[in-house]
């Protein structure tokens, strides 16, 4: 099946940092979404890509739709405590599908 | 405007006992999703429904899990005999159209232990 390789697994930053973690696939994707997990929550929306090459901020959030369609990336600039959680990439397969398949997820811990 | 409200948020059963597990989609979203997590592990799509049908449950064991979504009244996905690896958060969302945008909301999630 198709699955969503994401990369790092965790990350321990000061506060200030800037932190990058990006997504990748052996298939393609017509949408790319970043969702945000706090502990004991569901899943929130952050961004979502529609088109390859495509960049969006949302915030101190910046995310891209990879060229080939088969990555994509999530940088976060002058990381806050809040922004502890951990980040899931997810993706619409092509031919459109209501399967969103998700990555496995980034916790991201940020130190005062 | 209330969210995807789901509940229990947290369940215990032994094994054998059955399982239910509601949800009240967004107000005016018709369209339907359940999802499982296990620990450590990203969402697992089960099944994804409208009013009084199921669209597509490819993503459900083939025994022992049901779901529905009356006309009246919430989303239930229901788990029959559970076993202990059933044990999971189990996550409801929905959408106001088809998820092909991928832009889902999601409920806080019902945790189910099997002891």
């Known amino acids: 099946g198709q699955q969503l390789n994401q990369s790092p697994q965790s990350m321990f930053i000061q506060e200030g940092e800037d932190v990058s973690m990006n997504c990748t696939s052996s298939s393609i994707f017509n949408t790319w979404l970043w969702y945000k997990q706090d502990p004991g929550e569901g899943p929130v929306l952050l961004i979502a890509l529609y088109k390859a090459g495509e960049l969006t901020s949302n915030g101190r959030l910046t995310a891209q739709f990879g060229i080939t369609r088969k990555d994509s990336f999530l940088n976060i600039s002058a990381s806050i405590p809040s922004d502890v959680g951990i980040y899931f990439c997810?993706?619409?397969?092509?031919?459109?599908?209501?399967?969103?398949?998700f990555g496995k997820g980034m916790k991201l811990t940020v130190n005062p | 405007n209330a969210g995807v409200m789901q509940n229990p948020r947290h369940l215990v059963r032994r094994r054998g006992q059955e399982a239910r597990l509601r949800c009240s989609p967004m107000?005016?979203?018709?369209?339907v999703y359940w999802y499982r997590q296990l620990p450590e592990e990203g969402l697992k799509f089960m099944v994804y429904l409208q009013k009084e049908n199921i669209i597509d449950e490819s993503g459900m064991p083939k025994e022992r899990f049901s779901a529905e979504f009356p006309k009246e009244g919430p989303s239930i996905l229901r788990i029959q005999q559970v076993v202990r690896g059933d044990s999971a958060a189990y996550f409801c969302?929905?959408?106001?159209?088809?998820?092909?945008?991928?832009?889902?909301?999601f409920g806080e999630g019902s945790r189910l232990t099997v002891l």
């Open positions: 997810a993706g619409v397969p092509r031919g459109g599908s209501e399967k969103l398949v």
């Open positions: 107000k005016g979203h018709s369209h």
């Open positions: 969302a929905s959408s106001p159209r088809e998820a092909g945008t991928g832009e889902l909301f």
